[in-house]
């Protein structure tokens, strides 16, 4: 009788934010690739318990910590509550995010902030803490936006800066751990369904004629991105920032 080896057997992932949307649909792709799967949460614990829930209930092995990006002291306890139980972290997905939007002489510092602190502060240290306890085959993972590269709508200048941090970060991480052998990419989405971003939301009219494809993304689109970058078949991929965004770029 020959058993098929899944290609994340064994690795143990971090993804943040992950109770919901993308986060959720990331989660759940890397747990049915073989990962065991810690989800970090804020305020959304009923979600969480229903990602986890799923996640075991088809066989999986998932947990979920509630620790709000923005805050530095929890997003590094998580990590660390994770390599206690599982002893390691082979995979960290930053997929934590938030949106503010408006013109920019409108948006408040305080909303500054707490973008500021989520989407790019909590980047850093989960990345920080993780590396502690990644070695040599370990994969970053983090969520951008196809913003970056075509701001095609206004009132995103402060989510935009943001994510173009993320980039940023994530080139000078490829040159400082490619010699330990982990490879650091950035999947940028474009207009995906989502809380933040819904299918019938505000913008998705004058959006979706843009999209080549003729539709929002999903979750699960992302997800097989990150699922590649985050198996073997990807150990020479490193710096890359890969769209997934319908040709809404093109």
Known sequence: MSHTILPLTGKVAIVTGGSRSIGAAIAKRLAADGATVAITYNASADRATAVVDAINAAGGNAIALAADAGNPEAVRAAVQQVATLFGK?????????????????????????????????????????????????????????????????????????????????????????????????????????????????????????????????????????????ASSEAGFVSGAELLVDGGFTA
């Open 89 to 229: 972290v082979d995979i960290l997905v930053n997929n934590a995010g938030i949106s503010v939007l408006g013109a920019p002489e409108d948006i408040s510092f305080e909303d500054f902030q707490r973008i500021l602190a989520v989407n790019v502060t909590g980047v850093f240290v989960a990345t920080q803490e993780a590396l502690q306890y990644m070695g040599k085959g370990g994969r970053i993972i983090h969520i951008g936006s196809s913003m970056v590269q075509h701001a095609a709508f206004g009132t995103a200048s402060a989510y935009t800066l943001t994510k173009g941090a993320v980039a940023g970060f994530s080139r000078g991480l490829v040159r400082d751990l490619g010699p330990r052998g982990i490879t650091v990419n950035t999947v940028n989405p474009g207009p995906t369904d989502s809380d933040m971003n819904p299918a019938d939301g505000p913008v998705a009219d004058f959006v979706r004629p843009n999209i080549a494809v003729g539709r929002y993304g999903e979750g699960k689109d992302i997800a097989s991105a990150v699922a590649y970058l």
